[in-house]
């Protein structure tokens, strides 16, 4: 069984900042390729950004493209979601999730493909 806590999470005027952090409890963290979604109120859960095991390899929505980076570090067993042009249209549940994969360059788009999900973080961009 593996947690996924997220934090990093906040209020933030719209064109700025904000970096969201994962911590996993596993000491096998590069087994597992990573991926963050977002869920908005009234909406379905939507893909965000996607991390290769390794970190070679990254994957995003077109939606975030050129304004978030996905990144992680293994050591650390945390993948992050540094968010920048923060736009109102972001303001959504922030949830990162765990895949475990034996191929270390795949990016997983699919929410059925990951087994374990974090609880979530709140990140509201106001205008």
């Known amino acids: 069984q593996v947690q996924l806590v997220e934090s990093g999470g906040g209020l933030v005027q719209a064109g700025g900042s904000l970096r969201l952090s994962c911590a996993a409890s596993t000491r096998t963290f590069g087994n597992y390729a990573m991926g963050w979604f977002r869920e908005a109120a009234g909406k379905e859960r939507e893909f965000v950004a996607a991390i290769s095991r390794s970190g070679g390899t990254t994957y995003y929505a077109n939606s975030v493209k050129g304004r978030f980076t996905i990144s992680r570090d293994n050591a650390k067993n945390t993948v992050y979601l540094q968010m920048n042009t923060l736009r109102p249209e972001d303001t959504a549940v922030y949830s990162c999730?765990?895949?475990?994969?034996?191929?270390?360059?795949?990016?997983?788009?699919?929410?059925?493909?990951?087994?374990?999900w974090g609880q979530g973080t709140q990140v509201t961009v106001s205008s």
């Open positions: 999730a765990a895949a475990l994969t034996t191929q270390i360059h795949i990016t997983l788009l699919d929410t059925n493909r990951y087994q374990y």
